[in-house]
Antibody, heavy 120, light 107 residues
Framework: EVQLLESGGDLVRPGGCLRLSCVASGFTLSTYAMGWVRQAPGKGLEWVSGISGSDGSTYYADSVKGRFTISRDSSKNMLFLQMDSLGAEDTARYYC?????????????WGRGTLVTVSS | SYELTQPPSVSVSPGQAARITCSGDALPKKYAYWYQQKSGQAPVLVIYEDNKRPSGIPDRFSGSSSGTMATLTISGAQVGDEADYYCYSTDSSGNPVFGGGTKLTVL
């Protein structure tokens, strides 16, 4: 079955860090563009970061640039999001999502998300 | 930064057509996509490339795009179609952009 499963969400203090993981099943993650999309409580969807399936180029929303790092491990078929210098505005459910092609397209497969809460 | 603008809410009676709009300056050159998100669930793609329907999506869901506006139409809306709907496209760099979302109420 083709699916994505996120983990790593937790309660963290402001200024802290967290690493999210996403394991893919049923397809080779590294051959597709992948991304992280977040949703703050009661709010809309916000693209956070992406990685190319062609050359591994990485991309970030301005709101997280310099604080978050996306990466992948092809041997484990996994995607990661390292989040540093977290603030209350980063509180959200974080979804791992696959894009249609190696360079982009729509998100055609989503995980169920993992919850990150930043609070003292 | 590039923005896609949607109405916050749309309300229709069961059986009526629901139309949700999405405006963006780049839509004449970029495809629009639509996601449905029911409470507590991950988004589901209901329209891709302006007007195509993924397999498994009922044919009462349709999409169109003209100029700077894309429209999602749900013909004969059902109570089960109540959800948040998000339009999606990409900016000039190819990065994903979501609209603010529209809450559809069917009652």
């Amino acid at each position: 079955e083709v699916q994505l499963l996120e983990s790593g969400g937790d309660l963290v203090r402001p200024g802290g860090c967290l690493r999210l993981s996403c394991v893919a099943s049923g397809f080779t993650l590294s051959t597709y563009a992948m991304g992280w999309v977040r949703q703050a409580p009661g709010k809309g969807l916000e693209w956070v970061s992406g990685i190319s399936g062609s050359d591994g180029s990485t991309y970030y929303a301005d709101s997280v640039k310099g604080r978050f790092t996306i990466s992948r491990d092809s041997s484990k078929n996994m995607l990661f999001l390292q989040m540093d210098s977290l603030g209350a505005e980063d509180t959200a459910r974080y979804y791992c999502a696959k894009r249609k092609g190696p360079e982009g397209g729509e998100f055609d497969l989503w995980g169920r998300g993992t919850l990150v809460t930043v609070s003292s | 930064s590039y923005e896609l603008t949607q109405p916050p809410s749309v309300s229709v009676s069961p059986g009526q057509a629901a139309r949700i709009t999405c405006s963006g300056d780049a839509l004449p050159k970029k495809y629009a996509y639509w996601y449905q998100q029911k409470s507590g669930q991950a988004p589901v793609l209901v329209i891709y490339e302006d007007n195509k329907r993924p397999s498994g999506i009922p044919d009462r869901f349709s999409g169109s795009s003209s100029g700077t506006m894309a429209t999602l139409t749900i013909s004969g809306a059902q109570v089960g179609d109540e959800a948040d709907y998000y339009c999606y496209s990409t900016d000039s760099s190819g990065n994903p952009v979501f609209g603010g979302g529209t809450k559809l109420t069917v009652l």
